[in-house]
C-alpha cells in the first residue's frame, strides 16, 4: 500500500511562519508532480503550490512571494515553507502525489489533511 502523511501544521500568529511536510510511503517505484491544496470553511478547494519531478514549480497568486515549495526526492518528501502568514491563510492543507508503485499501478494520492491556523 502507499500513501502521504502530512505534518507541521498548527497555530501561528499573523506574520509567522510554518513548515508543512508530507512524505510518502510504501511500495513506491516513481513520484511524478507533487503540489499542495488548501480548503477553507465554506469553500471550495484551492492550489497553493506544485512542483514536477524536475523541480517546476507554480504557485497561486494570494501566496507567490510568501510560500515556498520543494521536495526531496531520496526521502519522497514535499515541503511547504510558509511565511508571513495571514488570517485569510487559514484552511486545511493537502498535499498530493502522483505516483507509480512497484506494480506499476498510478495513483493519485491525497495526505489527511493537517490545519492551519493563523489568528492572534
Known amino acids: 500500500q502507499v500513501q502521504l502523511v502530512e505534518s507541521g501544521g498548527g497555530l501561528v500568529q499573523p506574520g509567522g511562519s510554518l513548515r508543512l511536510s508530507c512524505a510518502a510511503s510504501?511500495?513506491?517505484?516513481?513520484?511524478?508532480?507533487m503540489g499542495w491544496y488548501r480548503q477553507a470553511p465554506g469553500k471550495q478547494r484551492e492550489l497553493v503550490a506544485t512542483?514536477?519531478?524536475?523541480?517546476?514549480?507554480n504557485y497561486a497568486d494570494s501566496v507567490k512571494g510568501r510560500f515556498t515549495i520543494s521536495r526531496d526526492n531520496a526521502k519522497n518528501t514535499v515541503y511547504l515553507q510558509m511565511n508571513s502568514l495571514k488570517p485569510e491563510d487559514t484552511a486545511v492543507y493537502y498535499c498530493?502525489?502522483?505516483?507509480?508503485?512497484?506494480?506499476?499501478?498510478?495513483?493519485?494520492?491525497w495526505g489527511q489533511g493537517t490545519q492551519v491556523t493563523v489568528s492572534s
Open positions: 498530493n502525489s502522483e505516483l507509480v508503485a512497484t506494480t506499476r499501478s498510478l495513483y493519485d494520492l
Open positions: 510504501g511500495s513506491i517505484f516513481k513520484i511524478g508532480n
Open positions: 512542483i514536477t519531478s524536475g523541480g517546476s514549480t
